[in-house]
T-cell receptor
Framework: GAGVSQSPSNKVTEKGKDVELRCDPI?????LYWYRQSLGQGLEFLIY????????KSGLPSDRFSAERTGGSVSTLTIQRTQQEDSAVYLC????????????FGPGTRLLVL | GQNIDQPTEMTATEGAIVQINCTYQ??????LFWYQQHAGEAPTFLSY????GLEEKGRFSSFLSRSKGYSYLLLKELQMKDSASYLC????????????FGKGTKLSVIP
């Protein structure tokens, strides 16, 4: 079956612009996660959704970052007024439910802020 | 909070066995994941250990000692395609469903 998909695969933007990153989880997966992977760093948790609600937003690095999920499926991560330090690979993962279930990752969006 | 440590890089010979270690210090712990990530690709699931001991899955095995805060991934009969980064991740459980990842171990398999 189809895995987690993300778009765009690559995004180059200018400092100060807003960007939207999209994640399509595996059908039927109720839990959705966003991570960020910077060069030479481990995956950094950003936010977790259960259905359409986000009980854990603790990883969002600043108020420029926000995310939403609609219909219990697609999620959008928005970064406002992008900064060069936002350059990273943004990975989305989904799982059937929370509680130690395996998270399946999408291919990521490579964001470069010039 | 959680702290995950694993070696940055390792090199091993095709056909050999390699062990990648991971130590963790956590305020809560429910299990340990290993993921494989080829350059430019998504991490893919390898194993999940909840109980102490060794779990074998083909050429890959994973071990966990909860009392020591220690895990390892064992790769046997190494193949060139095993060259990748191997990510150790701790799952803390109820109240925090995120995975906390180490920085990954880049394994290079040489002929």
């Amino acid at each position: 079956g189809a895995g987690v998909s993300q778009s765009p695969s690559n995004k180059v933007t200018e400092k100060g612009k807003d960007v939207e990153l999209r994640c399509d989880p595996i059908s039927g997966h109720t839990a959705l996660y966003w991570y960020r992977q910077s060069l030479g760093q481990g995956l950094e948790f950003l936010i977790y959704f259960q259905g359409n609600s986000a009980p854990d937003k603790s990883g969002l690095p600043s108020d420029r970052f926000s995310a939403e999920r609609t219909g219990g499926s697609v999620s959008t991560l928005t970064i406002q007024r992008t900064q060069q330090e936002d350059s990273a690979v943004y990975l989305c993962a989904s799982s059937t439910k929370t509680g130690g279930e395996t998270q399946y990752f999408g291919p990521g969006t490579r964001l470069l802020v010039l | 909070g959680q702290n995950i440590d694993q070696p940055t890089e390792m090199t091993a010979t095709e056909g050999a066995i390699v062990q990648i270690n991971c130590t963790y210090q956590t305020s809560g712990f429910n299990g340990l994941f290993w993921y494989q990530q080829h350059a430019g690709e998504a991490p893919t699931f390898l194993s999940y250990n909840v109980l102490d001991g060794l779990e074998e899955k083909g050429r890959f095995s994973s071990f966990l000692s909860r009392s020591k805060g220690y895990s390892y991934l064992l790769l046997k009969e190494l193949q060139m395609k095993d060259s990748a980064s191997y990510l150790c991740a701790a799952y803390s459980g109820a109240g925090s469903y995120q995975l906390t990842f180490g920085k990954g171990t880049k394994l290079s398999v040489i002929p």
